[in-house]
């Protein structure tokens, strides 16, 4: 049978361990056990890091014996005193200082786990899943849940002082058009019907705003069918937040001091406010893409006006087609980036979208150039001095669909940095992209669609385009982004009815489909709601 606990008490976990010369107890689970005959060595793993136990010739005779039964993630609680050690570990934080132990019990026995609890140990994920619990005994996965737990009552304290309410809307609800499909849950009250799980908490806490409740706050659970990648999580939990009596800069003047209270609590760095702001046209023009990495330069540069006259017809009808001729440059490359690899690079952008890729690679004297024959004299020194290309670099240049053009240099950007090892790493880049269009022209259907949710308020002077000009609507909703990373998202709300059923008209919505799907909402704004975002 194992051993009891009774009689004896943790007094520190494993990584706080101090004190020299004072009498401490731990307990964990066995990381490694070293047997030198006469001298034993364990360490001991709690979720706070790992001390190591030690048993010589002082050590009872009862408990050295215990000692040598011990095996990798068996369970144990240990008594003795904290000393310093001889060999100092630097690798970790109690590298210092070791238990000599008085008293050992086991607590549990272990069978030999299905692969090396350790940080670096290579398991298949299948097999990581099937044994879940053994594979969140690793450091680096307990690390990140207590980051987590960190993080989430820091936003409860920063939000709380602020004059948020935290409020927990329903998780069955009515079924609602968001972005992914619903997962469905059956009633038993009433057959043939179902509940749906809430993809996030949009409408309710909209309804709070008209509620009166002014600033709500939920850590809240939401689930979507869709498939998965390494972003996409068919249940996540999202910190869920709307204001009432505010604009866009208020919200985000919250939000950025939530960045700078999470940088400070979680990661002890200043960071400076307020952060970077980008439009979404001027994002995509830059970096080519509404989540841009900043953490390097590498931005898109447009060539239409220097060669929409070129020789080359690859060129001059992009231009000519209402399209453009853009380039990215890839500094100090040359020597990376050989023919095979540009060749590479080529098949690549093929794969997503685009027609081919010209370049210009600059290693001897003059650069070679893929369309070089077809320029007339000066536009390529034009073209490169346009894109800052030197000796030792390598130029990238897309011609199309200004759309396919600007996602296939900016999808490139990303994966030469990556191939070039030119993204900083350890290094925070936060910024906001706003005024995202409000629809977007669907080539299939020639029609304009909403890249929003219904109830997105847009900008105040684009409101006369609705009817006439939607390519001239821009939205009152924005984007957090971290190193390519989209954060969070949001926006201002329309609370106006009128300007809502125009919305609805514009979307093509019909009466009909605006009642079954939003009738209760639209119902709710006809008794007043404050400007909320």
């Known amino acids: 049978m194992a051993d009891l606990m009774t009689g004896l008490h943790r007094t520190h976990y494993c990584g706080e361990v101090e004190g020299i010369g004072n009498e401490v107890t731990v307990g964990g689970f066995v990381q490694r056990i070293r047997d030198k005959g006469s ?8 979720r706070t890091g790992i001390v190591q136990l030690v048993f010589d010739d002082t050590t009872a005779k009862d408990v050295f014996n215990k000692a040598k039964t011990v095996k990798s993630e068996f369970v144990l609680i240990a008594k003795g005193i904290l000393r310093n050690r001889e060999s100092v570990n630097n690798d970790i ?56 737990s960190k993080i989430a009552k820091t936003a409860r304290d920063y939000f709380y002082e602020n004059g948020f309410i935290e409020l927990e809307t329903p998780m069955m609800i009515k079924s609602t058009p968001e972005g ?56 996540f939990t999202q910190i869920d937040m709307e204001m009432s009596f505010v604009d866009v800069d208020d919200i985000l003047e919250i939000g950025e001091g939530f960045v700078k209270r999470i940088m400070k609590d979680i990661m002890d760095i200043d960071y400076p406010t307020p952060l970077l702001r980008l439009k979404y046209n001027d994002a995509m023009d830059l970096y080519g893409s509404d989540k841009p990495d900043i953490r390097f330069d590498m931005t898109i540069k447009d060539l239409s006006d220097i060669v929409k006259d070129s020789g080359f017809s690859v060129f001059s009808n992009a231009v000519g087609n209402g399209g453009s001729v853009r ?5 100090n490359a040359a020597s990376v980036l050989t023919r095979k690899e540009i060749d590479k690079e080529t098949e690549f952008v093929k794969g997503i979208g685009a027609k081919g890729l010209a370049y ?21 020194e034009g073209i490169m001095e346009k894109l800052g290309c030197e000796k030792g670099d390598v130029a990238f ?16 950007r990303l994966k030469l940095a990556k191939r070039l090892d030119i993204i900083p790493k350890n290094e925070f880049k936060f910024l906001w992209i706003t005024d995202f269009p409000f629809f977007e022209y669907n080539e299939e ?29 821009f939205a009152k909703a924005y984007d957090l982004v971290l190193n390519g990373v989209e954060l969070c998202s949001g926006s201002m709300r329309i609370t106006d009815y009128e300007l809502q059923q125009k919305m609805f008209e514009a979307l093509g919505l019909s009466a009909e489909e605006i009642k079954a799907k939003f009738g209760f909402l639209v119902d709710a704004y006809k008794y007043g709601a404050p400007p909320h975002g």
């Open 39 to 46: 001298l034993i060595f364990i360490d001991l793993r709690d």
């Open 93 to 148: 934080k109690t590298g210092k200082v070791e238990i000599l132990v008085k008293e050992l019990r086991i607590l549990a026995k272990a069978q030999v786990p299905p692969f090396e609890i350790t940080d670096n140990s290579n398991v298949n994920e299948e097999l990581r899943l099937k044994y879940r619990y053994l594979d969140l005994r690793r450091g680096s996965l307990q690390k990140n849940l207590i980051i987590r």
């Open 180 to 235: 992914a499909r619903d997962y469905l849950v059956p009633s038993r009250i009433n057959p043939g019907r179902f509940y749906a799980l809430p993809q996030s908490p949009q409408i309710y806490k909209q309804l709070l705003m008209i509620s009166g409740f002014d600033r709500y706050i939920q850590l809240a659970r939401c689930f979507r069918d869709e498939d998965l990648r390494a972003d996409r999580q068919p249940e």
């Open 327 to 331: 380039g990215i440059v890839a500094k």
């Open 360 to 380: 210009i690679r600059w290693v001897e004297d003059a650069p070679n150039c893929s369309f070089g024959k077809f320029m007339a004299e000066g536009e390529l």
């Open 397 to 412: 240049i897309v011609a199309d669909k200004n759309k396919v053009v600007l996602s296939t240099l900016g999808a490139l």
């Open 445 to 473: 259907t020639e029609h304009w669609d909403a890249m929003h949710h219904p109830f997105t308020m847009p900008n105040d002077d684009c409101l006369q385009y609705l009817d006439t000009a939607p390519e001239k609507v």
